[in-house]
Nanobody, 118 residues
Framework: QVQLVESGGGLVQPGGSLRLSCAAS????????MGWYRQAPGKQRELVAV???????NYADSVKGRFTISRDNAKNTVYLQMNSLKPEDTAVYYC????????????WGQGTQVTVSS
């Protein structure tokens, strides 16, 4: 059984930084894309950033230049470094990973709350 465990959320002041982590564990034979989504109250879930197994990355326009996604394939972990945080970044952040276990499909983490407020 595959599990995605997220950590690193919390309360931060505007302009501050947070680093999210998401580790995949369980029985699987490969990992393809890994990414982060977020959902603010009353809004739809949206893509924040994604990285492929080849190392390419893609970001939502609203976070370009402020957020950086990275992955450690040896640890089956994806990170999201968030700098210059704004109140509008407040949301529940979800890890999403495409795994082969044994069929290729997407798995979701439980979500971690990020609140940007003074």
């Amino acid at each position: 059984q595959v599990q995605l465990v997220e950590s690193g959320g919390g309360l931060v002041q505007p302009g501050g930084s947070l680093r999210l982590s998401c580790a995949a564990s369980g029985s699987f034979f490969g990992i393809n894309a890994m990414g982060w989504y977020r959902q603010a109250p009353g809004k739809q879930r949206e893509l924040v950033a994604v990285t492929t197994s080849g190392g390419s990355t893609n970001y939502a326009d609203s976070v370009k230049g402020r957020f950086t996604i990275s992955r450690d394939n040896a640890k089956n972990t994806v990170y999201l470094q968030m700098n210059s945080l704004k109140p509008e970044d407040t949301a529940v952040y979800y890890c999403n990973t495409n795994l082969g276990a044994p069929w290729w499909r997407d798995y979701w983490g439980q979500g971690t709350q990020v609140t940007v407020s003074s």
